[in-house]
């Protein structure tokens, strides 16, 4: 059934019969039950995911094997928690590096406190600014052949 009721019955049709059973189901062999979780596990399992690995990003496909082995090996709270956490940082990672900015020479306006004479120059920032995108920052300025004076304009940042 699709219902609530169906989902609450069966569990608890499967939990009575496991504990009525109790005494009948130790006397069956181990390997008997790896044997039909291994059948239950490779009739359950879509085989034709596997071609999709070639096709989704190298991060994302290292982030299912590694969850993969991480709930095989220890348990499936452990594995997402895993992958949660690398997610998250394969994500910052890919948004600190994508980061431009495009450079001009600037004329600016005479007035009182502006000289004229004096070069300017500046950076037009594109992409995210935060924490993670610090050291392709730094790398976007040149500050020993900058003139003295620039502009940052952060409006794309």
Known sequence: GLSKLSGMSMAMFLGLGIVSAAPLLGSVPVAALVG????V?????????????GKIPKLDAAIIV??????VK????????LGTIC????FAWKQSTSITATISDVIM???STIDESQPWKSYALNGPLFFGSTQQFATLFAPKTDPQHIVIDFTNA
């Open 36 to 39: 039909v979780m291994l059948l």
């Open 41 to 53: 596990c490779q009739s359950t399992f879509s085989w034709s995911s596997l071609r999709l690995l």
């Open 66 to 71: 590694l969850v993969s082995a991480v709930t």
């Open 74 to 81: 220890d348990d499936l709270a452990k594995g997402v928690l």
């Open 87 to 90: 997610s998250a940082l394969g």
């Open 109 to 111: 306006a005479p007035t």
